[in-house]
């Protein structure tokens, strides 16, 4: 196992996780008044499926050094806990894997009238794959589509899912691409189709609220709707991780999974105290299962 490839991937994931937690905080109506003044609100902030997930995808890369399907779709149904607020599909597939034994493979195809999931839910968990890849692209793309394919078929998805490890790679490995050059790196490496075509789009944004009304802030829970503007708040805003938090939070939508790709993508980045410290005392911890040290044999 290489240390940096799990240093990297561990930054990713906390920052994760605090997006995901501070996101989780806004889904209740009565937090929006904290959301208008920027006012952090007192924690613990719990974080959601969003986190859950991408720990097992940490693990499975911790454990294995790289994503072995079987391992992954084991983890994903083990862990499985109603009360992260998972999405009604992904719910289904879970617990029909740990209750009734079904094959990933076979509920995944099935999904969605047999077209497969376009939901956010690949996308959502996979920037710390970015991250402990973040050496070798071409490796990128190649994971984060085995990891997407677990529960989400649908080329949408994928694409979605390959996007944020991109970005989250470039953000650990060539943290100087930022802006239009980091949109136009992530879409040259995401599969052609509607979610390249939305991130070319992005490149011609210039505001946030353009950005949520033009790319969709997660409202239909789906790849196309939720990665293409994560990608433009991190090309603008993304040197600051608080900003480019409250920036994806202040656009409502899915704000939990919008701030957790955010925030894994940024949370990649080189140098200590990316995440603000009073953000991450607020934050429920990870769990020890994910982020248990595996001994070098
Ligand atoms: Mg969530």
Not at 12 to 38: K, P, Q
Request: aromatic share 8%; proline share 5%.
């Amino acid at each position: 196992m290489n240390p940096d490839r799990r240093a990297r991937a561990l930054s990713s994931l906390r920052g994760s996780a605090v997006g995901d937690a501070f996101g989780a905080c806004f889904d209740d109506v009565i937090n929006h008044g904290a959301l208008r003044s920027r006012t952090l609100l007192p924690g613990p902030w719990l974080w959601t499926d969003d986190t859950q997930m991408a720990c097992s995808i940490f693990a499975v890369l911790n454990a294995h050094g790289r994503i072995d399907q079987e391992v992954l779709a084991r983890s994903f149904a083990e862990h499985y806990d109603i009360y992260r607020r998972y999405g009604p599909g992904t719910s289904r597939i879970l617990r029909l894997m740990r209750q009734k034994g079904y094959h990933w493979g076979e509920l995944a195809r099935q999904a969605r009238g047999g077209r497969g999931s376009w939901g956010n839910g690949a996308a959502m968990r996979v920037a710390p794959l970015g991250a402990w890849f973040a050496d070798d692209l071409d490796r990128v793309v190649e994971e984060a589509t085995a990891s997407a394919v677990v529960t989400h078929t649908h080329p949408d998805a994928v694409a979605g899912a390959v996007a944020v490890a991109v970005a989250a790679a470039l953000s650990s490995a060539q943290p100087h691409v930022r802006g239009v050059e980091l949109l136009d790196a992530v879409a040259a490496r995401t599969p052609r189709g509607s979610v390249r075509s939305k991130i070319r789009e992005a490149r011609f944004v210039s505001d946030s609220s353009t950005a949520a009304a033009e790319l969709g802030v997660g409202h239909e829970t789906s790849a196309l709707d939720t990665v293409p503007f994560c990608l433009w708040v991190v090309a603008n805003h993304g040197h600051d991780f608080a900003d480019s938090c409250w920036t994806a939070a202040s656009a409502g939508g899915d704000s939990d999974t919008t701030c957790a790709i955010i925030g894994g993508i940024v949370g990649a980045g080189p140098g200590i105290d990316v995440v603000p410290p009073d953000w991450l005392t607020r934050c429920e911890p990870l769990p020890e299962w994910a982020t248990a040290t595996i001994p070098l044999l």
